[in-house]
């Protein structure tokens, strides 16, 4: 390693918390960029650009540090966070850190009573909100009492919550007794010099509870240090997963530990952070086109991202591929073109004289779908938060999109491998990182891990503490998996996600539904046998892309038609299923399928923040549909 390279994160190495390492970094780095933003007034609206350095930003956070104190915030004092992710969410917890407080960060998308029990659980009464949704959320749980559900010892109980202090964002007018966090930023009677960081506050101090996603009960705060962070910032910068100098686009919700690692090396490192334009100053949902814009006009070099938004923008290529007029032929042809010529390269077979002129023709146009989806600047994206279906992967890698898909969980604070530009497998998630140790169970393929990011326990949980950590500090994951030759893990499946069948068959579901997902009409797709003779699936549409294939049929239906009743529509679902059931064994195949016509979401309550489908959820509410395709 260079001094150049160590100098990226020096501050990391020698600092005693995540605000020692901060502080350490600004003082050094005074004008450095820390991170650009967009303005813009909606989505379709030109964007402004707007640069923050190290000193702009500063001041900004000593204020709010001193606001807190003197609302009484202490080592060890848990403050909320209930936002989406903007440059103020990272002001605020730079904040918090600065006095050795901790961090709760609660998902945007979570009803109120969900955020309560978050709340209650990690006794946070100060809370900052980002707008006129999330007050709503907190005057409710002002003027009722919380549901709160069993867990462990604990029976369920309601709880009056207490919060002494809502600072906002955005302006609200839900709530009377409220902060603004730009009054306190621009308040010239607290300082702008930061207070000093208590010396109590040590890499073994608690920084952040992080809530689980919770697809299998209620949600556990997991306890995540100053030490668990500190150590996976440098880990990710010796693997090389982020280009010292460069940037990273982030949209992810903060309140999701993939987002805070990248959050933390964009404040810690010489990486410069790029966010999205907030469009709605009212509510906190994401503006999907909005986005995409500005990751394109953001120009980073790295994208880190869950694998929905990769097998969206596969399944949008691949849609407009399929349509009419010369561009969309052109795409077509470009898209075969580099599938064919991956596959050949990847056998290591010659390529033909006339695949290979095309192939070099075409590199242009390879190169102009890589700009309109990342920019130009753009050099790979990360993929971590859930399996990545390899196929997605090998279709992006064909037309030279670099996707390194990577690995870790809230326990582990967070990655714990990830494939790097200049050594990746697509269908691994990469080899551990430098200090991470892989331990596979030669009973049942459970994979644990142990190392300085890895946590060591559940917020008022002893028992599912004790259930997740053995004596010698290995987590067990719950996923399955295996370690190749090189290194490189494998993960099969989630060990309480294998379906079962009647004859005794253990079936990981989720390779199975991204087989369906690369169909650019299918939405979600849910596997279910469990204790059944045969095999079914419940499919969602894509009404947008579906339309479209029936449009380039000559078929338009009416707004209000129900697509899946159409016969076009059954037809290509059974095309789907047929060929999925062609590279199935015979116990996996599909003998029935059920298109449901309500899409799986966070805000039906389907999919978790981090967009996983709550499988429990999924078949209580699907009971009737799955009860008929065994009738």
Excluded at 74 to 85: C, D, K, M, Q, Y
Excluded at 462 to 489: I, K, N, Y
Aim: net charge neutral; with cysteine.
């Amino acid at each position: 390693m260079s001094n150049s390279e160590h100098d990226n994160f020096a501050n990391v190495t020698e600092a005693k918390s995540i605000a020692d390492a901060f502080w350490r970094r600004a003082k050094e780095h005074p004008n450095s960029e820390l991170y650009r933003y967009a303005l813009a007034s909606s989505p379709s609206a030109t964007r402004v650009w707007k640069a923050e350095t190290y000193s702009n930003a500063t001041s900004q956070i000593a204020r709010i540090a001193h606001f807190l104190a003197a609302q009484g915030v202490r080592a060890g004092t848990p403050v909320a966070i209930l936002s989406n992710t903007r440059r103020e969410w990272m002001l605020t917890d730079i904040a918090i850190q600065t006095l050795g407080g901790i961090t709760v960060s609660i998902y945007q998308s979570l009803p109120a009573q969900e955020a309560g029990f978050i709340l209650h659980d990690s006794g946070a009464s100060i809370v900052f909100i980002e707008n006129e949704e999330q007050a709503q959320k907190i005057a409710w749980l002002q003027a009722h009492e919380c549901p709160i559900p069993e867990r462990e010892s604990s029976p369920a109980s309601h709880a009056r919550l207490r919060i002494t202090s809502v600072i906002a964002f955005e302006r609200v007018t839900s709530l009377g007794d409220i902060h603004s966090l730009t009054h306190i930023t621009q308040d010239t009677s607290l300082s702008s010099t930061p207070p000093a960081v208590p010396e109590s506050v040590t890499r073994e101090s608690i920084a952040s509870y992080v809530y689980t996603s919770g697809t299998t009960g209620p949600p556990k705060g997991v306890i995540q240090t100053h030490g668990n962070h500190l150590a996976n910032v440098e880990q990710a910068s010796l693997a090389g997963v982020f280009a010292p100098g460069g940037s990273m686009f982030l949209y992810l919700p903060l309140a999701h530990s993939f987002a805070r690692l990248v959050h933390y090396v964009g404040l810690l490192t010489s990486t410069a952070l790029i966010l999205p334009a907030i469009v709605d100053h009212s509510t906190s949902k994401l503006d999907l086109s909005s986005t995409a814009r500005d990751i394109r006009e953001g120009n980073a070099t790295v994208l880190p991202s869950v694998p929905r938004l990769f097998e969206k923008m596969a399944s949008s290529l691949n849609a407009r591929a399929s349509g009419k007029g010369f561009q969309n032929k052109v795409l077509g042809l470009c898209i075969r073109n580099a599938q064919a010529v991956a596959k050949k390269k990847a056998a290591n077979q010659p390529l033909g004289v006339i695949e290979e002129i095309l192939f070099n023709g075409l590199a242009g146009v390879r190169q102009k779908i890589r700009a309109q989806l990342f920019g130009v600047a753009f050099t790979h994206g990360i993929s971590g938060g859930a399996k990545l279906d390899p196929e997605v992967n090998r279709f992006l890698n064909a037309l030279g999109i670099l996707i390194c898909e990577g690995y870790g969980l809230t326990e582990t604070c967070v990655a714990t491998n990830v494939n790097l530009p200049t050594n990746y497998k697509i269908g691994s998630v990469g080899p551990a990182f430098r200090g991470v140790e892989i331990r596979v169970s030669p009973e049942d393929g459970e994979i644990c891990m142990r190392g300085p990011n890895v946590t060591q326990g559940y917020l008022n949980r002893p028992q599912a503490t004790r259930e997740a950590w053995d004596a010698e500090g290995w987590f067990h994951s719950g996923d399955v998996g295996r370690v190749d030759e090189d290194g490189f893990l494998y993960i099969t499946d989630r060990k309480k996600e294998l379906v079962i069948t009647a004859g005794g068959k253990k079936i990981p579901p989720t390779s199975i539904e991204g087989m369906f997902k690369r169909n650019s009409f299918i939405s979600h797709a849910f596997f279910y046998g469990e204790g059944k003779p045969y095999c079914v699936i419940l499919l969602t549409l894509n009404e947008a892309e579906t339309r479209v294939i029936l449009a380039n049929q000559g078929i338009v239906p009416a707004k209000e038609q129900r697509l899946s009743e159409l016969f076009e529509v059954r037809a290509m679902v059974e095309s789907a299923v047929t060929r999925a059931n062609l590279e199935l064994a015979s116990y996996e195949t599909i003998k029935k399928f059920a298109i449901v016509d309500e899409d799986f979401s966070i805000e039906n309550g389907l999919l978790t923040p981090t967009m996983k489908m709550k499988r429990k959820v999924i078949s209580q509410r699907y009971k009737d549909n799955i009860d008929a395709l065994y009738s």
